[in-house]
């Protein structure tokens, strides 16, 4: 009689990230990156190579950027003033939602509020 499946149905809609995070787990989490012309694409892959990140967007753009939480990107992200997303990239829809519907805040973890 004993259940084994262990069925885990975890639909949080709302998905929480500390503010204060680096910003390769920032682009690691959302898989997005916010360009200069507020164009948001799509995030092919993002590696740690010391304090810098290398990040691959789906238009094969790849680029440097320092692991920098207060960085312009990380801002950008955080404050979500890229809403365009890229053509190239073919960012799915619910990538971008998910993304708009993520709640940055100081107190993710052991105490959510
Ligand atoms: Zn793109």
Redesign the pocket.
Known sequence: MAENKKVVITRKKTRYMNKNQSLYHLIDTVKLWPSRKG?L??VKSVIKKGEMIIVT???G?TFEVYDSKNSRSSRWLRNRWCVEP?Q??HVPAWKIKKYSETIFTNSVGRSRK
């Open positions: 164009v694409h799509g967007t789906h238009c753009e890229c190239k990239c």
